[in-house]
Every structure is written in structure tokens, then in C-alpha cells.
Nanobody, 128 residues
Framework: QVQLVESGGGLVQAGGSLRLACAASGRTFNNYAMGWFRQAPGKEREFVATISMSGSRTFYTDSVKGRFTISRDNAKNTVYLQMNSLKSEDTAVYYC?????????????????????WGQGTQVTVSS
């Protein structure tokens, strides 16, 4: 069992930055691929970024490439999402997720299906 708790959300002006963190309970954090998803009002949950168990491989949705960076600190059981140059369309509830199933392909983790555990979410609001 893994519990995930997100933090770092808030209100920011367009062009600004936020850093989200997701703290995981348990001692097997490095056995999980981690992902960030987001859900805007009236829209389906969408993939944002994923990072492999070791942190050596990452993958992003096109709309955030060059602006967002996912990273993890396995010693601290925490995954991060650094968000720069924020836009109004980035406004959403952001969720982190943990997946135990291994795949050598990071694109395997772009849908919700491989993830076993989800956090409660943190609101990010970007004002224009």
C-alpha cells in the first residue's frame, strides 16, 4: 500500500512558476514509476509527465515540453513537477500517481491504466 500526498499548488500569474511535490509513504518508492496527471473543470483527466523508477527516463505531453520538469528523490520518497512559464490553460487539479508494473517504455505510462495509487490532487490556478 502506498499513500501519495501532493503539495505546492496555488494561484500564480501567467508566466510564473510553481513546484509541485508528491510525498509517498512506504519503503519501496523506487519500485514505482511515477506520473503527474491533471484535470481541468469539465474535461477528462490528462497525462502530463512520467518518470521511471530510477529517474533516468522521463516523458512529457507535448503541451508542457520545455516548460515542465519531472524529477524524483528516491531517498526522500518524493516526486516533483517544476512548472515554468505557466499559462492559463495549465489551470487544473494536478494528481500524482504511482505504478508498480514495469515497462521499459516510458510511453506505457501515459494513460491512467498502469497506475496503482493516486493522490488527492492539488489545485493549480493560473491567472491571465
Amino acid at each position: 500500500q502506498v499513500q501519495l500526498v501532493e503539495s505546492g499548488g496555488g494561484l500564480v500569474q501567467a508566466g510564473g512558476s510553481l513546484r509541485l511535490a508528491c510525498a509517498a509513504s512506504g519503503r519501496t518508492f523506487n519500485n514505482y514509476a511515477m506520473g503527474w496527471f491533471r484535470q481541468a473543470p469539465g474535461k477528462e483527466r490528462e497525462f502530463v509527465a512520467t518518470i521511471s523508477m530510477s529517474g533516468s527516463r522521463t516523458f512529457y505531453t507535448d503541451s508542457v515540453k520545455g516548460r515542465f520538469t519531472i524529477s524524483r528523490d528516491n531517498a526522500k520518497n518524493t516526486v516533483y513537477l517544476q512548472m515554468n512559464s505557466l499559462k492559463s490553460e495549465d489551470t487544473a487539479v494536478y494528481y500524482c500517481a504511482a505504478g508498480l508494473t514495469y515497462s521499459s517504455s516510458t510511453t506505457y505510462y501515459v494513460t491512467p491504466d498502469p497506475y496503482d495509487y493516486w493522490g488527492q490532487g492539488t489545485q493549480v490556478t493560473v491567472s491571465s
